[in-house]
């Protein structure tokens, strides 16, 4: 109980530091981080090992996960998808217009209209 409190306290102490300071963080986890940097909970980053560092040159390009999309030469407008579908309806009509003339021996007899 008396535990709880005392971590409430910190939050709330925490809270009201980063308020007075009119410091608003940008999001939950800067708070959160405010708060382990306050009660000296995070330590901070090793230096990473010689080799790593001679390996790696002094400015990484990095590109960006969701690049700009470039133009698809391949790619229809929607006047030419439209004739698309009336050719596949067009031939579609047409094979149902064979498929009619066809007879096959264990179809069953059509029923007069």
């Known amino acids: ?59 990484m390009d990095y590109r960006p996960f969701d690049p700009t999309p470039q133009k698809d030469p391949k790619r229809k407008t929607a006047a030419d998808l439209r004739a698309m579908g009336a050719g596949l309806e067009a031939a579609a009509a047409e094979n149902r217009r064979k498929a009619a003339r066809v007879a096959t021996p264990d179809a069953p007899a059509k029923p007069a209209r």
């Open 1 to 59: 109980m008396t535990f709880t409190r005392i971590a409430l306290a910190l939050v709330f102490a925490v809270a009201a530091r980063a308020a007075l300071a009119q410091e608003t963080p940008a999001s939950g986890g800067e708070l959160i981080g405010r708060f382990f940097d306050a009660a000296g909970l995070r330590s901070p980053p090793r230096q990473a090992a010689d080799f790593v560092r001679e390996s790696r040159p002094e400015h």
